[in-house]
């Protein structure tokens, strides 16, 4: 038997003095819980997939089984044995305090048979106008000390063809832009799960969104890496906290993925006090905010970020349907590079909800401070209306290259300084600007881009 995981030690994580609104915790890295049940893998994949012959060889009941017997404060276990290391699994329900390990070498495949994640008869695999059709792939909700763990990876498989199908999980996604909502799952949701873990695990090419964190206390994200393609993943997004969550810590993770790689989700119950530090994120469309903040967005700190390649890379978007307050957000220490809108702070969100609503958006309190762009693109600061506006302090924020920039200025009041700025503001629309433009020398970020791991 391999060892679930090894050991490193672990520090709390370090704070720079503009970083004293954030997770209220004192945040360590996790320690696996010992194992109250092993289960050896029986399957073998062909290729990157399993064998047609092996779809219907679910792993469901005996995961669920040693899940529902174990106790709180411990750990299932799912290994290799041999030349077989697959499993195949249906929706799984967490427990109170216990933990999923997936160890390495070990993939856990989700179905690619509709009917398996359907939350009703035909509700799953097909896009209708509303509901929600499919079950997560895992599940706690209404527990607490509960998590998934280890270095191995699950699958999604929301690029293969649904069973009895030449149709495939994105491509429902891709059918909906023309109207109504993908049915599909997620791999990950959580609902009322106070202090839940992710730690060291490999996520990749969820139908869907790959994690979301709702109306919870305590959530640590450590070690995490996403891996889903860039293009034809749509509604890919990472990390999703959001509805009345608190108290969540994002860190030393990589993310790559169709959509967002982190998203706030600032809906009913708003968030508040989170951290995302010494993180790596690539393809995507960037740290976002929104666009739901009509439930409040606060007390954000993000900090030692790299953004290589991204869509979008700082985003906060909302629009008159959905937005609210956001406010108290530092942007630290952060490098971003070749995208095409590496700052954004949007009021006109059009992919989801009404640009006019009765819901209109403020976002005041905004910091950037030692923020490094290379690359050019376009960079936004866009309110809603003379009332409902955009305040941001520019702080140490430099432009690297002589890659051309374009700018777009309405309803937004913009500070310059103390730190050097060189961002070359246009007049704008209803807009001030404040300090004067002035050049530095910018921190490295050699260090800061690396390749996904």
């Known amino acids: 038997m391999s060892a679930p995981l090894s050991f490193v030690p672990f520090l709390p994580l370090l704070l720079s003095p503009f970083l004293t609104a954030q997770d209220t915790r004192t945040v360590a890295e996790p320690v696996v819980p010992a194992v109250c049940a092993t289960l050896d893998a029986q399957l073998q994949p062909s290729g990157h997939t399993l064998a047609e012959a092996d779809e219907s060889r679910l792993d469901t009941a005996r995961i669920q089984s040693a899940l529902d017997k174990c106790g709180s404060g411990h750990a299932v276990l799912l290994r290799t044995h041999g030349t077989a290391n697959a499993f195949l699994s249906g929706p799984l329900q967490l427990r109170q305090g216990v933990t999923l390990i997936v160890d390495k070498g070990a993939t856990l495949f989700a179905s690619r048979d509709p009917a398996v994640f359907a939350t009703a008869p035909g509700s799953c695999g097909l896009v209708n ?3 929600r059709g499919c079950n997560p792939l895992i599940s706690a909700d209404h527990i607490s000390g509960a ?17 009895g199908s030449k149709t495939t999980w994105w491509d429902l996604a891709e059918q909906a832009r023309t109207g109504g909502r993908q049915q599909v799952p997620r791999i990950i949701v ?3 799960a106070d202090n839940f873990t992710l730690y060291r695990i ?6 869907n969104f790959h994690v979301v964190y709702n109306h919870g206390d305590g959530f640590t994200v450590w070690g995490l890496k996403i891996d889903t393609p860039k293009r034809l993943a749509r509604n890919t997004d990472g990390v999703d906290p959001g509805q009345g969550s608190k108290n969540i810590t994002i860190t030393r993770s990589f993310i790559r993925t169709g959509d967002d790689n982190v998203a706030i989700k600032g809906g009913p119950g708003g968030v508040t006090n989170m951290t995302v530090s010494h993180n790596h994120f690539y393809w995507g469309h960037g740290m976002s905010i929104g666009s739901e903040t009509d439930g409040g967005v606060s007390a954000i700190r ?8 991204p869509d979008n890379a700082i985003r906060i978007k909302s629009n008159g349907s959905r937005g609210g307050l956001t406010h108290d957000v530092l942007y630290d220490d952060v490098c971003i590079r070749d995208s095409p809108n590496p700052i954004t702070l949007e009021t006109g969100y059009t992919s989801a909800g009404t640009l006019k609503g009765n819901s209109p958006p ?23 209306d003379q009332t409902h506006r955009i305040a ?16 777009s200025l309405h309803h937004a009041d913009i500070h310059l300084g103390p730190g050097p700025t060189n961002l070359q503001f246009p007049a704008g629309e209803d807009s001030t600007v404040q300090g004067t433009p002035s050049t ?14």
């Open 392 to 407: 941001a302090t520019l702080d140490g924020v430099l432009l690297t290259d002589a890659a051309a920039y374009t700018y």
């Open 147 to 163: 998590g998934v763990m280890g270095d191995g990876v699950i699958d999604g498989r929301g690029g293969e063809t649904l069973l």
């Open 202 to 207: 490999t996520l990749k090419n969820s139908p």
């Open 190 to 192: 959580t609902d009322y």
């Open 302 to 309: 993000v900090f030692d970020l790299s953004l290589d390649g």
């Open 440 to 453: 530095g020398i910018p921190a490295s970020c050699t260090d800061k881009f690396v390749p996904f791991p």
């Open 362 to 384: 403020t976002m005041r309190d905004i910091t950037l401070h030692n923020v490094r762009v290379s690359g050019g693109g376009k960079i936004s600061f866009n309110g809603y």
């Open 129 to 131: 106008q509303s509901g």
